[in-house]
T-cell receptor, first 114, second 114 residues
Framework: GENVEQHPSTLSVQEGDSAVIKCTYSDSASNYFPWYKQELGKGPQLIIDIRSNVGEKKDQRIAVTLNKTAKHFSLHITETQPEDSAVYFCAASAGSSNTGKLIFGQGTTLQVKP | EAGVAQSPRYKIIEKRQSVAFWCNPISGHATLYWYQQILGQGPKLLIQFQNNGVVDDSQLPKDRFSAERLKGVDSTLKIQPAKLEDSAVYLC????????????FGPGTRLTVL
């Protein structure tokens, strides 16, 4: 079935360092890959997304790369700040259904130490 | 623009009791999703509505879970009877169209089944 694997499960960095989170997906028909940030007691919030016709996308300190051949995509956060501390989820569209259904990874807890 | 509203925010019940959650999506959003997020995991889709019709309910445990969106706007998700393993956060999300559009999440309802 459709599956998204996310690594690492926890990540601790010093403020100012970079953080990288990686995901792999199983459905070769997936064509939409969003990243969500979830703070304690809140719902997930979209921070960046990428579609299958693009290999890389950047928005200020956040970038996402996609390798469709290898079926993996990554989130890169540069110059991390304490407010970046949260749980991050990757997701991939269930490509075969084309209904907007998303398959989420297990999440990465990012801790940015001041 | 107001976000996705959910109520209640917290609910504690005994096993075998029933419970209902309510969601009001962003105004004008035709697609509504209910997700279950067990502690330490990513959200898992339970059911997807397009207006008042069900698009995908393949992962909804239909022997105990039900959902409706009668007028194509707000929605309710019900569990009857609840089991211990239903303890989770129930998230509602909405999009304006459907496939590959940003899903906006509500704050969720945290359910504890004792």
């Amino acid at each position: 079935g459709e599956n998204v694997e996310q690594h690492p499960s926890t990540l601790s960095v010093q403020e100012g360092d970079s953080a990288v989170i990686k995901c792999t997906y199983s459905d070769s028909a997936s064509n939409y890959f969003p990243w969500y940030k979830q703070e304690l007691g809140k719902g997930p919030q979209l921070i960046i997304d990428i579609r299958s016709n693009v290999g890389e996308k950047k928005d200020q300190r956040i970038a996402v790369t996609l390798n469709k051949t290898a079926k993996h995509f990554s989130l890169h956060i540069t110059e991390t700040q304490p407010e970046d501390s949260a749980v991050y989820f990757c997701a991939a569209s269930a490509g075969s259904s084309n209904t907007g259904k998303l398959i989420f990874g297990q999440g990465t807890t990012l801790q940015v130490k001041p | 623009e107001a976000g996705v509203a959910q109520s209640p925010r917290y609910k504690i019940i005994e096993k075998r009791q029933s419970v209902a959650f309510w969601c009001n999506p962003i105004s004008g959003h035709a697609t509504l999703y209910w997700y279950q997020q067990i502690l330490g995991q990513g959200p898992k889709l339970l059911i997807q509505f397009q207006n008042n019709g069900v698009v995908d309910d393949s992962q909804l445990p239909k022997d105990r879970f039900s959902a409706e969106r009668l007028k194509g706007v707000d929605s309710t998700l019900k569990i009857q009877p609840a089991k211990l393993e239903d303890s989770a956060v129930y998230l509602c999300a909405s999009t304006s169209m459907g496939a590959t559009d940003t899903q906006y999440f509500g704050p969720g309802t945290r359910l504890t089944v004792l």
